[in-house]
């Protein structure tokens, strides 16, 4: 289901702040059994409207069938750290930096910008050393929190791994690869049009329209029984095969969540597993994971390429280091430097648009590039989850939120100034 697509209309006016919506505070589905007016259930109930969704982002297996993203059986690598001491000390100082938000009049601390953001997690790692760990919220140093769009930014580095190493011809138009795409739109856009989201598709994502096709797909991708009556398509990719066009590709991006769908059925035809099956070995059993991952999936188990992930924080700081070392991580290659160097690099941005709070950006193979002057770019997904790269600063920083409005646009202004300032600050200690 596209439910990493959630919308924040269901959001209050005047929403909660992070401590009087902190799950635990809510008193969300506590006790045996919890009261009624506490029980967040599936179908029944919205779960992903605020505040449920503070709770739900920890428990999507509760609502959805999943597949494994598994680590394996060897024993995970552990990060580095400072000693206790060194810890706190670095705690005490980044959560103390002020930094200005974009267009704002009055100094903000890191700290206040994780409860203004509604924070669940955040990870800082600074050449190679863990600097910063917090956990609020449903979010504990155990558990693992849906990481929404990020999904994509996974899907993506799959393909950019299949392109690098021969695999996959980018070049090559869908219908090459995936004949049954019929007389679809996707079927005349090329893997590279597809990986970077310049196809020229019909798809709506405006969550206040009921009749836009983010619901059409939802329903399409639901793994429940569908309604009596139900006569759409069945699953993520038959949706795909009666997807209209809607300009010409090649020429703008288009943020639609569609793209990575179909990548994602381009790489299982290609290498015959499906994403968390090869998500699983070229990463998670490669790179000393902690915990098993998990995708969502629909009602013919084809996984939610779009945002079905939901992984452990310090997994994720794992996934950042492996793009920050160039396919490297404990000493081992898992994929060619040319995979991180042409992410990195960005997309074109003539066709990137409408984003003000990325206004230099690009976008290629499903991750976003802010080229500014530390090179950074990142992983992104609605209410705020980001796994953000910073090469110049040697720095990679995770945060998992529940934000109460979907679109990252309305936290960016007290994000991306904090991650530069902290950046900066981390520069000046070495």
Known sequence: MAFAMSTGADAQAVPLTAQDSDPNAMGWMQGFPPPPDKLITQPDSNYFSFPKLRWSVCHLREFLPTEEISRGLGAPVPLDYPTPAEFADLRSEIDNLTFMPVNGDQAMTWEE???????????????????????????????????????????????????????LDETLLVRDVIPEIGDSAFATATVREVMDMTTGVRYSEDYSDPNADIWLYSAAASPLPKPEGYEGPNGYWEYLQQVQPDGEHGISFHYKTINS??????????????????????????????????????????????????????????????????????????????????????????????????????????????????????????????????????????????????????IDPTSLPAYQAVAEFLMARN
Request: net charge negative.
């Open 113 to 167: 910008s994780l409860y203004a953001n509604y924070t669940d997690g955040m990870l800082i790692i600074h050449k190679g050393q863990v600097v910063y760990e917090r956990y609020f919220g449903c979010l504990e140093e155990s558990g693992k929190h849906a990481i929404m769009s990020m999904t994509k930014s996974i899907t993506g580095l799959l393909g950019e791994i299949l392109v690098q190493e021969g695999a």
């Open 261 to 410: 769908d179909m990548l994602g059925w381009i790489i299982s035809r290609v290498t015959g597993k499906a994403v968390t099956e090869l998500a699983s070995e070229r990463l998670w059993t490669r790179m000393g994971a902690e915990q098993d991952a998990y995708q969502t999936v629909d009602g013919k188990g084809v996984p939610f390429a779009g945002g079905g992930v939901t992984a452990g924080l310090r997994d994720l700081g794992r996934l950042g280091l492996l793009m920050l070392n160039g396919g490297v991580i404990n000493g081992e290659r898992l994929f060619p430097a040319e995979v991180v160097e042409s992410i990195a690099a960005g997309g074109d941005q003539s066709k990137f648009a409408g984003f003000p709070t990325i206004p230099n950006g690009s976008y290629t193979s499903q991750w976003w590039v802010f080229h500014n002057d530390h090179g950074a770019y990142a992983a992104r997904g609605v209410h705020g989850q980001t796994i953000y790269v910073d090469p110049t600063a040697e720095m990679v920083l995770v945060r998992l939120a529940s934000f109460p409005r979907a679109q990252n646009g309305f």
